[in-house]
Every structure is written in C-alpha cells, then in structure tokens.
C-alpha cells in the first residue's frame, strides 16, 4: 500500500466548476509534487513544494492552483478547467536533502473534464 | 530543452531471459538517475536508484550509468510475467531539496511465457 494518499481517485467534473484534489503523507518527507499524466506518456511536472513553499511552478495555467497548508498536505485546486485537462493527477513526496528523484506516488486522481 | 529518451518498445522478452532498457539524456549536469515502473492504470513505484558512474544490483535489477556518454540502463534477470509493465527513466538536475525530476516516455515491456 502506498503512503502517500490521494483523494478522490475519481473526479467528474464541469468546465464552471471548483474542486479540489487532496494529497496526503506521513513518512515526514519534506518535498511534495504534483504531476499530470495523459495516457500513454510520461508524468509531466507541475509543482514543487520544498518545506511548504512552492519552489517550482512549470507554467503551469492560473485555472489551477498549488496549496501546501503544512508539512503533510498537498491540495490542487481547480477552477474553469477544459476538458484537455482530463488526466490522472499525480500527487508525490520525497525527503528534502540528498535524495532528490526518490519519489513516493499516489494512487493518483483521474480527472474527467465535460 | 532537456530531455530524458527511451525506446517506446514493446520490447518482448521471454520467460527467464534478461530484459535490457535503454535511456539516454542530454543535460550533463545531471546527477541522480531513476527507474519507475508502472503497471497499466497505476502509479509509478521507484524500482532503483544510481547516482555514481557503475553498476548497481539489487535483487533481479542492475542499474548502469555512464555519465561520459550520458546513458543509463536497466537490466532484468530472470524476467518474469510479473515484470511486463511501462518502465520509466528519470532524471534529476542535482542533490537540491527541490529539484526537477524529468522522465522520459517509458519503454513498455511484455515477458512472453
């Protein structure tokens, strides 16, 4: 079972909606991801928090919003999406310093977007 | 634009025989080396880790990196069905607490009994 828990692992949502996935780890890790995976290619990097302060964001459009409200949380909130933002959301964590790349994954959030 | 490259494959390999997986990437700077798998419909599970120059083992896997030509490989020994998933090459820029991890498009493999 993985330690890094994601919810919900199902999400439908309209193009006017807000909603918000939520992501949540106990192993004391102290960086935490959020990547978005389209079927058949690779997690592409969307946000970086390190000690709960965003320290890389890839351009990423404004209709979705990073929160890291302590340590173990990770929120990904969603307003006015399109429907080519369907995809599984991936929320990761890894310890801070030394062991970047060691990532810990979620289940994941699949997105649908109508 | 840095990139991390793989074969998309399916690379077929039979029952007990040794799964070789090719990556290359074009950021010399880079310092940490990983390999994903991941099974249809999962997340990815991190299945090794290099970060020197060599070899490393553990268990059926062995990582390979050579910096000088920028290549980094995984080999699987005893290959089982269990094995046949999308395996992932990733890259990180260095040792920061934050950095980018950029993964390249996988290679899928499928062990034929």
């Known amino acids: 079972d993985t330690e890094v828990t994601q919810t919900p692992k199902h999400l439908v949502m309209g193009m006017t909606n807000k909603k918000s996935l939520k992501c949540e780890q106990h192993m004391g890790h102290r960086a935490m991801y959020w990547y978005k995976q389209k079927a058949k290619k690779p997690p592409e990097l969307m946000f970086v928090y390190s000690y709960e302060k965003l320290s890389i964001n890839e351009s990423v459009p404004s209709r979705f919003s990073p929160e890291c409200p302590n340590s173990s949380l990770l929120n990904l909130h969603l307003h006015a999406l399109q429907p080519e933002d369907s995809a599984l959301y991936l929320c990761?964590?890894?310890?801070?310093?030394?062991?970047?790349?060691?990532?810990?994954f979620g289940e994941g959030s699949r997105l649908t977007v109508l | 634009q840095k990139e991390v490259e793989q074969n998309s494959g399916p690379l077929s390999v039979p029952e007990g025989a040794i799964a070789s997986l090719n990556c290359t990437y074009s950021?010399?700077?880079?310092?940490?080396f990983f390999w994903y798998r991941q099974y249809s419909g999962k997340s990815p599970e991190l299945i090794m880790f290099i970060y020197s120059n060599g070899d490393k083992e553990d268990g059926r896997f062995t990582a390979q990196l050579n910096k000088a030509s920028q290549y980094v490989s995984l080999l699987i020994r005893d290959s089982q069905p269990s094995d046949s998933a999308t395996y992932l090459c990733a890259v990180g820029a260095g040792y920061s607490s934050a950095s980018k991890i950029i993964f390249g498009s996988g290679t899928r493999l499928s062990i034929r009994p």
């Open positions: 950021d010399r700077g880079s310092q940490s």
């Open positions: 990761a964590s890894s310890r801070s310093t030394g062991s970047t790349g060691e990532l810990f």
